[in-house]
């Protein structure tokens, strides 16, 4: 049984910092690939990150790019997403995803069949 459990979210003020973490059980990791995504109320739920099976391939959202970094702790099956320089766009509920890849996917939603429940980020200006 696949299981996905974010954690980490809270209420940061605007230009500060968090991380978010994904803990993952049930995979065949060598053909799973992970992803971060975000949906705020009254939008549609988006990609922010994703990272290929063996870590090497890292995709990102323009909105985000070079304010987060997405990693994997392979020993411990963990994913994280470093958030820096946050800003109130985003606030939103954080989702961690995963899929059967052959080496990489990008953070596309309706590409990816198992999610944990979310954790929520605020960041207040």
């Known amino acids: 049984q696949v299981q996905l459990q974010e954690s980490g979210g809270g209420s940061v003020q605007a230009g500060g910092s968090l991380r978010l973490s994904c803990a993952t059980s049930?995979?065949?990791?060598?053909?799973?690939?992970l992803g971060w995504f975000r949906q705020a109320p009254g939008k549609e739920r988006e990609g922010v990150a994703s990272?290929?099976?063996?870590?090497?391939?890292?995709n990102y959202a323009p909105s985000v790019k070079g304010r987060f970094t997405i990693s994997q702790d392979d020993a411990i099956y963990t994913l994280h997403l470093q958030m820096n320089a946050l800003q109130p766009e985003d606030t939103a509920m954080y989702y961690c995803?995963?899929?059967?890849?052959?080496?990489?996917?990008?953070?596309?939603?309706?590409?990816?069949?198992?999610w944990g429940q979310g954790t929520q980020v605020t960041v207040s200006s």
């Open positions: 995803a995963a899929a059967f890849c052959l080496r990489v996917l990008p953070p596309v939603p309706k590409l990816f069949s198992d």
């Open positions: 049930g995979f065949t990791y060598s053909n799973t690939c």
């Open positions: 990272i290929s099976a063996d870590g090497s391939i890292t």
